[in-house]
C-alpha cells in the first residue's frame, strides 16, 4: 500500500465479500483484521479479493513469538536497499539535472556549466530512465488504480509527473512552434525527477520511521530465550525453545532468561519480572510460586515445571494483544477516513480547475502546467492515513513497556476522558491476601478446644475462591487443622458459602484431639457475612459487641454459623497496598472522581476510605448490584472506569466506559477488561489515563498538521498569492513538500517513546 486512500479500496474489497461482518485495515502497519462468517466465505476467498483490488495479502503466523520467517526478512531487507538504491540513482540524476537547468531557470549564462548538460534531448534521456527506472511503482499502481476505477496517491504522483513529462517533450521536439507562437519553449524535466526523487526518500524515511514505531513488539520477542535446558532422566540437556512441552522440568541459572511460565518445584531466586510488570524490584521467588517465560532470574538456581509454552506464555499474550491493539482504528480515525475516501477524486478536480482558470482565464500555458502539476505533486493523503495508527502503535506499545496491555485503540483514546475512577477494595486498594487477625467464639478466646469448630469453617471455604475464604483456610492451616472434604457446597455470591462437613466423634471437648470423622453424622455449615446471617434469621446478638468492636477497627468480620447457630466471628484484616494512597491523591490532582465500590460493610469500608483518602464510598454492594451501581454513576453524567480484580467484577467491567483488570486478579476479570494492570499497582491506572492523553494529543497535533498541510498546500499551488505577491509555488518545492509531509507525521509520533508517566499529586 503506497497511501490511505490504498488501505480505503482494500476494505471495501473485502467488505464486498458475503460473510464478511467486519474488516478493518491499517495503512501504518500493512495489516487487516476481518470477521466474517466461515459458513459463507474463508481466508482464501478474502485473499482472492485482496489480490483481484491489485494488492496481495497472506495470513499472519499464528504464534505472536514466532520470528519473521527467512524469505520474509529477505524480501523487506531487499526492498529496502532497492529503495535505497533508487534514491542514490535518481538523486544523483535529479542534481545534474538541476545544474543543467540553471541558466533556463535563471536567464543567464553559467560559464562553468557546459552546454551539452543543458541540452533538452539529454535531459529528456536522463529524466526517462528516473521515471521508468526508480518511478515505475508510481505508475504501475496508478494504471492499477484506473483499471479498478478508483485513485490513490500514486495516481496524483503519476499525472503529476507524467504531465511535466509530457509536456516537455512537445518543446523538445517542436521548438519552432513554440517560438512562433510567442512562447519560451521551456522544458520541466528537472521538476519531474527531483519530485519522484524526493518522494522516493520520502518513501524510504517514512519506511525506515514505520519500523520504529513497532520496536516495542519487536523489544518483547527480544526477550524471549532461545534454548532451554531441561532435566531429563537426572541428565541437563539443552532444547531449542520449540521443543518444551508442558511438563517438563526446567533448570535456571543466575543471569539466564526464564525460557517459558511454570512453577518452581525447587530452589529460590530473585526475579526481575520489570519485562511484564513495568516494576524495577525484584521479585523474591521459591518453591510453588509462579515464574514467567522471558524474565530475567537475577541471583539463585532453581528448576520449575513448564505449564504454558509456545503461544499459550504470557509474554505470547502480550504480544498478541499488543499486535491486536496496534491493528484497532479509534474513533478519532473516522474524520481521517472520510477525508480520505474523496481526497484524492478531490484533489484531481481541484487539478483540472486550476488548469482550466489559469489556461483559459489567464491564457497563460506556462502558469497553467507548474500550477496543475504543483496541486497533483503537493496533496498528501498520506498524512491523514498516518496520523492516528502510527501514535496508537507507540502508545500501545508503549503502555506494554509499563505494564499496561491495552485491548483496542478506542479503549486507549477513551480513557483519556474519564471523569470517574470505581475501585473495588479487595485486592484492588488492599493487597488481596487477608489475614485473620482475630477468632472469636460463643465459648470465648479461641484456643485448642474450639480447633474443631475451625476444621468445619475452613473444610467449607477451602472450595471458595474468595480472598477471604483463602484467608480462613491459611489460619486453619497454621493452627495445624487438618481439613475434611464438604459435600453440597454452595457460594451464594456477596453473602457467603455453605456446605455439609462430616463431624468428628470428639465433637467440642476441652480434651480436643483430632480423630476420624464419623461417617453417620454431618454439620450443616454457613460461612459469611452477619447482614446474611439475620436473613436467614440466626440470632447474632451474643457476639454483637464484638462484632462493633472489629468493624471499628476496619475489620473485615466472618461469621461462622454450625446448624443453624452462630458459633464463632473472624477478624480479618487486608492491609492497603503500599502505592496505593499516593496514586489515589495522583488521581484526585488529575481531577478525577475516585469512588470505593465494595461488598463489604459499611464501616469496614469507611475505615480503608479514609486511610486511602476517599470520599464517595459504595459499600455492602453485592456482586449482581455492582453493574447497576456503575450504570447510576454514569446515569450522572460521567464518563466511568471500573478497575477490579476479582469474578464478581466482571459485570462491572463490562458495564463501565473503561474496564481495568488487575493482572493479578482472575482470568474472567482481565477478560472483562478493556486495560489490564500487569503489576496490581493502583499507579497502573494514573499511567494508562496519562499514556492516553498523551497519545490522544500526538493524534491531534498529526491530524492538526496534515489537515493544514493539505488545506494550505493545496491552495498556494494552485497560485492564489500569485495576484497579491506574484508568488508561485515550484512543483519541486511541492513534491519535497509532499514527501516529508508523512515523514514528519510518524516522527511527531515516535516522540511518544520518552513518555514517562508522573506523579502529579
Known sequence: MSCAACASNIEAAIRALEGVEACSVNFAIEQATVSYSPSQTNLTAIQEAVLASGYGASPMQDDPLAPEDDQEQH??????????????????????????SLPAMTGLSIPWIPAWLHHPWLQMFLTSVVLVWAGRSFFVNAWKALRRHTATMDTLVAVGTGTAYLYSLFPTSFPQWFTQQGLRPDVYYEAASVIITLLLLGRLLEHRAKGQTSAAIRKLIGLQAKTARLIRNGQEVDVPIAEVAVGDIVLVRPGENIPVDGEIVA????????????ESMAVQKQLGDEVVGATLNQTGSFQFRATRVG?????????????????????????ADQVTSWFVPAVIATAILTFVVWFNV????????????????????????????????VGTGKGAENGILIKGADSLELAHQLQTIVLDKTGTITQGKPTVTDYITIRGTADRNELELLRLAASVERNSEHPLAAAVVRYAQSQSVELTDSQEFEAIAGSGVQGYVLDCKSGYRSDYSPEEPDETSVRWVQIGTGRWLNELQIDTQALQQQWDRLESL??????????????AIMGIADAVKPASISAIRTLKSMGLEVVMLTGDNQRTADVIAREVGIQRVLAEVRPDQKAAAIAAIQSEGKIVAMVGDGINDAPALAQADVGMAIGTGTDVAIAASDITLISGDLQGIVTAIQLSRATIRNIRQNLFFAFIYNLAGIPIAAGVLYPIFGWLLNPIIAGAAMAFSSVSVVTNALRLRNFSPKQVG
Open 267 to 278: 530452589g529460590a531466586s530473585t526475579v526481575d519480572e520489570s519485562m511484564v510488570t513495568g
Open 554 to 567: 476496619g475489620r473485615t468480620v466472618v461469621w461462622i454459623a454450625v446448624d443453624g447457630n452462630a458459633e
Open 311 to 335: 503461544k499459550d506464555t504470557f509474554l505470547a499474550q502480550i504480544v498478541k494483544l499488543v499486535q491486536q491493539a496496534q491493528g484497532s482504528k479509534a474513533p478519532i480515525q473516522r474524520l
Open 362 to 393: 489567464m491564457g497563460n500555458l506556462t502558469m497553467a502546467l507548474i500550477t496543475t502539476v504543483g496541486v497533483l505533486i503537493i496533496a498528501c493523503p498520506c498524512a491523514l492515513g498516518l496520523a492516528t495508527p502510527t501514535s496508537i502503535m
Open 75 to 100: 524480501r523487506r531487507l531487499a526492498e529496502q536497499r532497492q529503495l535505497a538504491r533508487k534514491v542514490w540513482i535518481s538523486g544523483l540524476i535529479s542534481s545534474l539535472l538541476v545544474i543543467g
